[in-house]
Nanobody, 127 residues
Framework: QVQLVESGGGLVQSGGSLRLSCAAT????????MGWYRQAPGKERELLAF???????YYADSVKGRFTISRDNAKKTVDLQMNNLKPEDTAVYYC?????????????????????WGQGTQVTVSS
């Protein structure tokens, strides 16, 4: 069983910084994408950034240049450094991980596709 545990949310003034961390526990075999989403009240969940195992990185236009995603596969963590925060960044932030279907050649064990979510952490930016 794989779980994602987030930390690092809070209250910050406009222009400030926060760092969110997400740690995966359990068997993370074949986890390919790890990233961050957010959801503000009354809005749809928005993809902010992800990092693939192969190093491919994506940022939404709304955070490009302000947020930086980093991933440590050995520690099974993905962090989001958020700088120059704005009131419109206020939302609940969610860690996400995707497992692609795969077979481990050494053991023959098969893994099904799986999408994982953290519990969410509140980020509030005051003006």
């Amino acid at each position: 069983q794989v779980q994602l545990v987030e930390s690092g949310g809070g209250l910050v003034q406009s222009g400030g910084s926060l760092r969110l961390s997400c740690a995966a526990t359990g068997d993370t075999t074949c986890i390919s994408y790890m990233g961050w989403y957010r959801q503000a009240p009354g809005k749809e969940r928005e993809l902010l950034a992800f990092k693939h195992n192969d190093g491919t990185t994506y940022y939404a236009d709304s955070v490009k240049g302000r947020f930086t995603i980093s991933r440590d596969n050995a520690k099974k963590t993905v962090d989001l450094q958020m700088n120059n925060l704005k009131p419109e960044d206020t939302a609940v932030y969610y860690c996400n991980a995707d497992r692609e279907p795969c077979t481990v050649l050494a053991t023959g064990r098969k893994y099904e596709r799986l999408e994982l979510w953290g519990q969410g952490t509140q980020v509030t930016v005051s003006s």
